[in-house]
């Protein structure tokens, strides 16, 4: 049996504050993709929302070319007027007027309203009107007495042009096109086969033969409308999809920057944390080590006291260069520039690690152009870059290897420090790692001493600050070589020297004699009166 000491303790964690504008334009933004997909589900212009749009096109169409219709319908009942009495040809143009302006009446009252309307009763509505617009039509078509040759041209011109401007109306909605065009060719075709002749017989075929040619084109347009549609849709889709990536990045950007200034203000207050005990531990076990108040009762209490020393001088090494790349990092590492000699640093640095390097038997060569300029940048960076790369070597060449200092003038006019080593070297595939904060190679670190993975780093953005470059050559079992760069603008290149055996600087001679004699007489000496001398 269970106590209630032997249940798990539940611990609520605090829950971080949302988000809340960015969770609002996510949710907006999720809101319009969803939408946007939605309409591309169906290509055939059912749905909803591309029947809407087809309607405001056929509507707007309609509303463009009212002026051609109504000159259409004066022109025809003009004309009707002389083949026929004028009382019906004024009343089928009143008729139809009415009925034009019954068409623009709706197609305003449509536009006015929003995109939630019922798109059903409109389209029938529609439907119905060019229903009736395409019969009042016929009635004034088929009205003409008589076959002769003036009446069927006459007949077939004016079913061609209504036919034509009809579908090209309405072409936004094919059934509406059909429904005003199929009574006018259906009169006309079966009131020329009542005729009986081969003649109206061919003309009967020509007009249901340019029914089906303009029926063609109106549906040949309105799958162009669709596809135009269809693109649109997708651009909203992809805009919307960029909009939503957009709300992501920024809030994972404001994430990060919360995260680094948390981890500078970390840093900052952990730096002085860190040193203040370390500075107490460097100086005891320096006493210590060195037996300054007397020998140690135990002699292996010294070679402890030497381990704690030389443990505390690697944290702290460790923590400067952890706090090095933060500040640099976080773009408050300040470069202090002046004129600097990249000889006379390699030199020191050279000479400061030259008892490490002798300890393990390893050679170093310098190869220095003499008569180099100095350089405008920071001491104190470039320093620790040559020794972040001198170390490195001296780290991973082994007993008795070699190690190569170079300093000289690269092709451009700027100067160029190279270090190159025959130690173990690092795989091609494994050269970006090493360049990244904490990285290390498999082969480096099974061959070597281990360490942070910090110096090729630090190197590198101190390189970077200065405007140069970085360059790392490394092949397994042959060596590894690290040139790095410095611009021609940060050479200061100084006036030549003038010759000992140059000739003095004379006067300059004028081309008048008697002004030179003046000048002469007026810079002799005066004589004094009294000696005469």
Excluded at 3 to 20: F, R, S
Excluded at 247 to 257: L, Q
Excluded at 431 to 452: D, T
């Amino acid at each position: 049996m269970s106590t209630p000491a032997d249940k798990p303790e539940v611990v609520q964690l605090p829950v971080a504050p949302a988000i809340v504008p960015s969770a609002r334009h996510r949710r907006a933004a999720t809101q319009r993709v969803r939408e946007a997909r939605d309409r591309l589900t169906s290509t055939s212009g059912t749905r909803p929302a591309f029947d809407h749009e087809l309607l405001r096109q056929y509507a707007q169409t309609r509303l463009s070319a009212s002026f051609v219709v109504m000159l259409l319908v004066v022109v025809a009942g003009v004309l009707f007027g002389f083949w026929m009495e004028a009382a019906p040809a004024a009343a089928w143009t009143f008729g139809m007027l009415c009925i034009h302006a019954v068409i623009i009446y709706n197609c305003n009252n449509y536009l006015k309203e929003s995109a939630s309307t019922s798109t059903r009763k409109w389209r029938a509505r529609f439907i119905l009107l060019d229903l009736l617009y395409g019969l009042c039509w016929t009635t004034i078509l088929v009205h003409p007495a008589g076959s002769d040759p003036v009446t069927n041209t006459v007949m077939m011109f004016l079913m061609l042009l209504i036919v034509a401007v009809s579908s090209m109306l309405a072409a936004s909605l094919p059934i509406a096109a059909f429904a005003a065009t199929a009574p006018v060719t259906s009169a006309i075709a079966l009131k020329f086969a009542i005729g009986g002749s081969f003649n109206n017989y061919i003309l009967a075929v020509l007009v249901l033969a340019a029914e089906g040619y303009f029926a063609l084109l109106a549906h040949r347009l309105h799958s162009t409308t669709l596809a135009t549609l269809e693109a649109r849709a997708e651009k909203d889709a992809l805009i919307g999809e960029l909009e939503q990536a957009k709300a992501i990045s920024d809030e994972a950007r404001h994430r990060a920057e919360s995260a680094n200034v948390a981890k500078s203000r970390f840093l900052a207050q952990m730096s002085h944390e860190l040193r203040t005990p370390l500075n107490a531990i460097l100086g005891f076990s320096e006493v210590m080590k060195s037996e300054i108040f007397g020998e140690h009762a135990v002699a292996v209490y010294k070679s402890y006291s030497a381990d704690i020393h030389n443990s505390g001088v690697h944290l702290l090494n460790l923590i400067n260069e952890i706090l090095d790349l933060s500040r640099i990092e976080a773009g408050r590492y300040e470069l202090n520039e002046e004129a600097v000699s990249l000889v006379h640093v390699v030199a020191d640095c050279h000479h400061l690690l030259k008892l490490r390097a002798s300890s393990r038997g390893i050679t170093i060569h310098e190869v220095f152009e003499q008569g180099m300029p100095r350089i405008w940048g920071d001491e104190r960076a470039t320093r620790q870059i040559v020794l972040n790369l001198l170390s490195n070597s001296i780290k991973f060449t082994p007993q008795g290897g070699e190690i190569w200092l170079k300093v000289g003038w690269t092709a451009s006019g700027g100067q160029y420090l190279s270090v190159k080593d025959n130690g173990s070297g690092i795989a091609e595939d494994e050269i970006p790692i090493v360049l990244a904060s904490f990285g290390q190679g498999s082969n480096s670190i099974k061959s070597a001493e281990q360490g942070a993975g910090l110096g090729l780093p630090i190197a590198k953005s101190l390189v970077d600050m200065h405007g140069g470059t970085f360059t790392l050559r490394s092949k397994l079992r042959i060596g590894t070589e690290v040139i790095v760069t410095f611009p021609p603008e940060r050479v200061m290149s100084a006036l030549a020297p003038m010759a000992e055996d140059a000739p003095p600087l004379q006067p300059t001679q004028t081309a008048d004699p008697a002004a030179d004699e003046r000048r002469r007489l007026r810079n002799k000496p005066i004589m004094n009166a009294g000696t005469g001398l």
